[in-house]
Nanobody
Framework: QVQFLESGGGSVQAGGSLTLSCEASGGGVSTCIGRPYCLYCMGWFRRGPGKERVPVAL?????????NASVRGRTTISQEHGIDTNTLRLRMDVLNAEDAGVYYC??????????????WGKGILVTVDS
């Protein structure tokens, strides 16, 4: 079972910046991530107030990145392989009200970003103050 340690949420002024971190461990993280030919995809999803959960940014074993159109150009997702962990970072600039919500770290091990995520973090709240 993959476990996540999410951090970095909170209140941000509109126009400000935010960095979210997610350390993934356990499950297939140590046996797959960083190994050649092992597929995986990790990313951040957001559920805004009264809205469905949507992908914000994804990254895979090739370091290929995908971004939601609403954040493209002002958001960067990155990953850092540890010995038995993989740490995601999401940097978002020029935040606006639409960026507010609960952010979830998620992963699928053994599949690419076209697959449904198998593992989900508990979520971290981001509010944007105007």
């Amino acid at each position: 079972q993959v476990q996540f340690l999410e951090s970095g949420g909170g209140s941000v002024q509109a126009g400000g910046s935010l960095t979210l971190s997610c350390e993934a461990s356990g499950g297939g993280v140590s046996t797959c991530i960083g190994r050649p030919y092992c597929l995986y995809c990790m990313g951040w999803f957001r559920r805004g107030p009264g809205k469905e959960r949507v992908p914000v940014a994804l990254i895979d074993n090739h370091d290929a990145r995908q971004y939601n159109a609403s954040v493209r150009g002002r958001t960067t997702i990155s990953q850092e392989h540890g010995i038995d962990t993989n740490t995601l970072r999401l940097r978002m600039d020029v935040l606006n009200a639409e960026d507010a919500g609960v952010y979830y770290c998620a992963a699928v091990i053994g599949g690419d970003c076209g697959y449904t995520m198998d593992y989900w973090g508990k979520g971290i709240l981001v509010t944007v103050d105007s």
